[in-house]
């Protein structure tokens, strides 16, 4: 039983375009929403996240959009770069479990490609 | 800057060896967690830990333990190593100061002939 979706395995976008890459929750419980980046063969490193109090939020290049009574979040990276080609994952936090924050869900990831 | 350390990179052992993996982090966290990543599944919760000797189960501890006896130091325990546990694991720490944020290692790939 997934939780957290991301249904697009994979995104091919033209450098200086928009990427957009989505995320679909069912636990309406889940009060914090982040967005990882994984390089091959390297850890994620955290990229943006997003409180469920707010819909969006923004840092440079990268805003994250929730969308709650939809269940749904997107992240948007504009222009696109060729250096952002990797894998997105969404992240969603169980707030009450085992008493630990910062406890996680992941999706499955999305991968980036940026062409030049 | 946060930094978690995996002591291997890349391992590989036989089928029904015990098997370490050692992560450190330097930042005081409170919570430690150990993932496993593999193609088309994600990245799933092992075992974490929110306090020194605490531990929780994830989503898939079977065939895992794990040790805390130091804040900095968790480590992942494969009892007897089987195929299907041949992955990438990742080590993350996060405290109740960093805002929702885990940090993550740079991973430890671990195949298992």
């Known amino acids: 039983d997934q939780q957290v979706k991301q249904n697009s395995p994979s995104l091919s976008v033209q450098e200086g375009r928009i990427s957009i890459l989505n995320c679909d929750y069912t636990n309406s419980m889940f009060d914090y929403f982040l967005w990882y980046k994984k390089y091959p063969a390297e850890g994620p490193t955290f990229l943006i996240s997003i409180s469920s109090i707010k819909d969006k939020n923004e840092d440079g290049r990268f805003t994250v959009f929730l969308n709650k009574s939809a269940k749904h979040l997107s992240l948007h990276i504009v222009p696109s770069q060729p250096g952002d080609s990797a894998v997105y994952f969404c992240a969603a936090r169980r707030n009450s479990y085992g008493g630990s924050q910062g406890n996680l869900i992941f999706g499955k990831g999305t991968k980036l490609s940026v062409k030049p | 800057d946060v930094k978690v350390t995996q002591s291997s990179r890349y391992l590989v052992k036989r089928t029904g060896e015990k098997v370490f993996l050692e992560c450190v982090q330097d930042?005081?966290?409170?919570?430690m967690f150990w993932y496993r990543q593999d193609p088309g599944l994600g990245l799933r919760l092992i075992y974490f830990?929110?306090?020194?000797?605490?531990?929780e189960k994830g989503d898939i501890p079977e065939g895992y333990s794990v040790s805390r006896e130091k804040k900095e130091r968790f480590s992942l325990i494969l009892e007897s190593a089987s195929t299907n546990q041949t992955s990438m694991y990742l080590c993350?720490?996060?405290?109740?100061?960093?805002?929702?944020?885990?940090?993550f290692g740079e991973g430890s790939w671990l195949t298992v002939v």
């Open positions: 830990s929110y306090d020194v000797k605490m531990k």
């Open positions: 930042m005081d966290h409170e919570n």
């Open positions: 993350a720490s996060s405290s109740e100061g960093s805002g929702n944020t885990i940090y």
